[in-house]
T-cell receptor
């Protein structure tokens, strides 16, 4: 079967750096997405990786290593507004997104 | 309209009733999707449409039907609601199905009693 694993919850301190890991086993691979979802709101797009390596976008970076079925999302200079769930999703061979359950990130002052 | 909208925002429904959740986008996206989101689980695809006039089944299609008569609208119908269909439903769209960012509507919170 298809599986996306990410930690259920993480806690970090304002101003610090946090890395959220995602491992996947899917039927084919056409890219990996990270989305942010604040409580009670819709998911919003953060990043897309289809080749190995690091994609940087401001305070957020996403890394992919396809041979390991592994990705991480790196958040720098954490702000209170970064408190949210972070969803990892893989586009499979049928071009359907397979979603992880999400990582709830709690930021403490 | 700017982006993708859903209606209603929330609904309480008696079991056995028929319900249609509406979704409209004004971005001229070809692909549209319906997901449900339950606590502790990832988003699960119910149905999708790669282009107007076509639809396909996702991971959890039973009890749901969709239609795609035009590019903008993608309604989801529950023919006879059951309590296990209590969930938050998100509609999403993307320019095409291949590797494009999906844009999500605000969601519909549905409770079936």
């Amino acid at each position: 079967g298809q599986n996306i694993d990410q930690p259920t919850e993480m806690t970090a301190t304002e101003g610090a750096i946090v890395q959220i890991n995602c491992t996947y086993q899917t039927s084919g691979f056409n890219g990996l997405f990270w989305y942010q979802q604040h409580a009670g709101e819709a998911p919003t797009f953060l990043s897309y990786n289809v080749l190995d390596g690091l994609e940087e976008k401001g305070r957020f970076s996403s890394f992919l290593r396809r041979s390991k079925g592994y990705s991480y999302l790196l958040l720098k200079e954490l702000q209170m507004k970064d408190s949210a769930s972070y969803l990892c999703a893989v586009l499979d061979s049928n071009y359907q997104l397979i979603w992880g359950a999400g990582t709830k990130l709690i930021i403490k002052p | 309209i700017a982006g993708i909208t859903q209606a209603p925002t929330s609904q309480i429904l008696a079991a056995g009733r028929r319900m249609t959740l509406r979704c409209t986008q004004d971005m001229r996206h070809n692909a549209m999707y319906w997901y449900r989101q339950d606590l502790g689980l990832g988003l699960r695809l119910i149905h999708y449409s790669n282009t107007a006039g076509t639809t396909g089944k996702g991971e959890v299609p039973d009890g749901y039907s969709v239609s795609r008569a035009n590019t903008d609208d993608f309604p989801l119908t529950l023919a006879s609601a059951v309590p296990s269909q209590t969930s938050v439903y998100f509609c999403a769209s993307s320019p095409n199905r291949e590797g494009n960012e999906q844009f999500f509507g605000p969601g519909t919170r549905l409770t079936v009693l």
